[in-house]
């Protein structure tokens, strides 16, 4: 392979060209960055400014300064030197665009990881790491190439504002950590997109899932892998008893079809768990549901322990609202969830925000260990804008100043409490159904140039 070209930028006394990230490295270590470009073939010929190596940190930062363009976020990245010009912004986008979404993908597959350890409240059930797939929605830029790879929501009015985009996550219940994602377009199935995760689940893993993921082909490819699952079902699914057990949960068989079902060929044994809820506040209140899981032994694992454990599946949706709301929510300048104007763009700053979001909670749960303290407990609000404050202060010059100010940042953190979960319900109803203006269409997105100016159309009327 041809030598790296170096960066014809200054740098430090360390000999960072990036000097103010440098309190991220504890969590993204340079050498893992080199590493994912080496493995992508992300070679500068000669030397240049705006490097691999350091576009890739200035993608790692868009990821974390999220109201900031790309110009004024390579600012935050640099320290400030007398007559240095800042590159300006098509040159920026034109490097970012040579770096590509392999070499984020890759440094996100090396270095996001489960965080939880068996003390880690909440995040485990009889030594298994609580996991869970599910999808989420966001809008891209309205642009044509976006558009095209991504597509439009369909519907009686019509089709979607903007083209939507489709990312189906594996996370970390007890800590938050979105360990691997896969991105599709809207008309993509979510268990299609889930399965690019399979390989990435933890092999202590107990993975709660939703009933939109169950299929008889998903639950026995993952059953053979010897992953432990645990399901919600639909009520269409027919599960005939076989036997009842003692917890008032009983074993049944699922087949891949009704024919199957009706010659018994093919059943895999499952062990179903069907309640209800008597609270009128609670959504869901009179329907029945039914969990299915591969966890048979019902004194080991009793089903009063396994429905409880089963709603944590719901601290996905908690990352999904930490990612969309707080960490990269719409502003007036940004009216879609994305910025990106480009497919590998939308897919490449999915990968930052996800690294960044990464790093937040990793400094989160390293606060929170210290003081045997839920993560829980902890603002993801509040967090990730002391790290937005707290990180152009880092001073690295030496290990001791830069070991003070990590022990800074974790106790600022800690200073970050939430009070206590209340016993809450939301229900899921919609405030603005629609909206009274007509609805925006094709042909409003590009229309013709005028060919007069507004005085010329003035018509008096005498």
């Known amino acids: 392979m041809r030598q790296q070209g170096r960066c014809t930028l200054p740098v430090d006394e360390s000999d960072r060209v990036l000097d103010r990230l440098s309190g991220l490295e504890h969590v993204i270590p340079p050498e893992a960055i080199r590493q994912a470009l080496r493995a992508t073939g992300r070679v500068n010929p000669r030397a240049c400014p705006l490097t691999h190596e350091v576009m890739l940190g200035v993608v790692l930062a868009m990821g974390l300064f999220t109201d900031l363009p790309i110009r004024q976020v390579f600012k935050q990245c640099r320290r400030g030197r007398a007559g240095e010009k800042t590159p300006c912004r098509s040159a920026l986008c034109i490097a970012r665009q040579r770096l590509g979404v392999e070499p984020v993908r890759v440094l996100h597959e090396h270095v996001v990881r489960p965080l939880a350890r068996a003390d880690t409240p909440g995040a485990f059930y009889h030594g298994w790491r609580r996991m869970a797939f599910d999808g989420t929605i966001l809008d891209a830029p309205d642009s044509d190439a976006n558009a095209a790879a991504f597509a439009r929501s369909s519907g009686g009015r019509g089709g979607g504002a903007f083209p939507q985009v489709r990312k189906v996550s594996l996370v ?242 800690l200073a970050e409490r939430l009070p206590p979960r209340r016993n809450r319900i939301n229900p899921r109803v919609i405030k603005r159904k629609m909206a009274k203006w007509p609805k925006k269409q094709t042909a409003h997105r590009h229309p013709p140039p005028l060919t007069k100016t507004f005085r010329q159309s003035i018509i008096l009327i005498i």
Request: net charge negative; aromatic share 8%; glycine share 4%.
């Open 172 to 413: 970390e219940l007890g800590t938050h950590v979105e360990v691997a994602l896969a991105v599709g377009g809207w008309q993509d199935d979510e268990r299609t997109l889930a399965r690019q995760l399979w390989d990435r689940i933890p092999p202590d893993a107990l993975l709660l899932e939703d009933r939109g993921f169950f299929s008889y082909e998903d639950w026995k490819a993952l059953d053979s892998r010897g992953v432990r699952l645990l399901a919600r079902v639909k009520n269409q699914l027919v599960l005939h008893v076989v036997q009842r057990l003692a917890d008032g949960s009983y074993l049944a068989r699922i087949y891949p079809s009704s024919w199957d079902r009706d010659r018994d060929r093919h059943g895999i044994v499952v062990r179903v768990i069907a309640y209800e809820l008597d609270d009128p506040q609670r959504t869901g209140h009179g329907a029945q549901h039914r969990l299915i899981t591969n966890l048979l032994d019902a004194e080991q694992y009793p089903a009063l322990e396994l429905i409880p454990g089963y709603h944590e599946r719901w601290e996905i949706e908690l990352t999904f609202d930490e990612q969309k709301t707080h960490h990269d929510p719409r502003r007036a300048e940004k009216p879609a969830h994305l910025r990106s104007e480009t497919p590998d763009g939308v897919r490449q700053e999915l990968y930052a925000l996800s690294l960044a979001h990464f790093v937040v909670r990793s400094l989160m749960f390293e606060a929170a260990r210290s003081q045997d303290l839920d993560v829980d407990r902890l603002s993801f609000t509040g967090c990730i804008q002391t790290l937005q404050c707290r990180l152009p202060e880092c001073e690295a010059k030496t290990k001791r100043s830069l070991a003070a100010w990590r022990h800074n940042l974790l106790a600022e953190r």
